[in-house]
């Protein structure tokens, strides 16, 4: 158990629909990292908040949203969803996020499926 | 990000050492070298990371030769359970410092 908790496991969609997807860090960590996973693209990074703050952006399309409560759980927002963006969706965390020498823990994902 | 090189696929007898190549010839810096593995559809499991000295854990041990441009990962007595896609991943010492996972290695420990 890597401490990080998502939820829901599994999500079943229609097509132009919105979901949420929930992320818990690990205790102490304030870097929130999310990931998709596909069978034709593998883990691509999304985007980084750290201390409710944007650090890093990565391959997010302008329908996806992500934010960082106060309380440091994050949350991922999928609007206008196609067949496509059916994928594993991992949330990680880490203690900072400032440093190369740093874990990132991984939670056991969410599977979305867009129908 | 400097870019990381495996082979796809490997096979290991369950007792043998595994020893998984990574290639980073173009590492620079203060770049760390980390691996991870994902077992089926599981949320990637971090193993070791080192900079430019042998690391060793409780899970692996990682050999980073002297010019660093590449590593090796040894699992000492793989087990049925190793079996996985393992990820070598340089990280970046400035800018973004989100992992870049590459294709990886799927590891195929044999009965």
């Known amino acids: 158990d890597s401490g990080v908790t998502q939820t829901p496991k599994h999500l079943i969609t229609a097509t132009g629909q919105r979901v949420t997807l929930r992320c818990s860090p690990r205790?102490?960590?304030?870097?929130v990292y999310w990931y998709q996973q596909s069978l034709d693209q593998g883990l691509q990074f999304l985007i980084q908040?750290?201390?409710?703050?944007?650090?890093a952006k990565g391959n997010i399309l302008e329908r996806f949203s992500a934010q960082q409560f106060p309380d440091l759980h994050s949350e991922l927002n999928l609007s206008s969803l196609e067949l496509g963006d059916s994928a594993l969706y991992f949330c990680?965390?880490?203690?900072?996020?400032?440093?190369?020498?740093?874990?990132?823990?991984f939670g056991s994902g969410t599977q979305l499926s867009v129908l | 990000d400097a870019k990381t090189t495996q082979p796809p696929s490997m096979d290991c007898a369950e007792g043998r050492a595994a020893n998984l190549p990574c290639n980073h010839s173009?590492?620079?810096?203060?770049?760390?070298v980390y691996w991870y593995r994902q077992i089926h559809s599981q949320g990637p499991q971090y193993i070791i990371h080192?900079?430019?000295n042998n690391e060793t854990n409780e899970m692996a041990s990682l050999i980073i030769t002297e010019d660093r441009k590449s590593s090796t990962l040894i699992l000492p007595h793989a087990t049925l359970r190793d079996t996985a896609v393992y990820y070598c991943?340089?990280?970046?010492?400035?800018?973004?410092?989100?992992?870049?996972f590459g294709s990886g290695t799927r590891l195929q420990v044999q009965p």
């Open positions: 991943i340089v990280r970046p010492d400035t800018g973004r410092r989100a992992l870049t």
């Open positions: 990680a965390s880490s203690e900072g996020g400032n440093r190369a020498n740093e874990k990132l823990f």
């Open positions: 080192g900079l430019k």
């Open positions: 908040y750290y201390n409710g703050e944007e650090r």
């Open positions: 205790s102490g960590d304030l870097s």
């Open positions: 173009t590492i620079s810096g203060n770049e760390y």
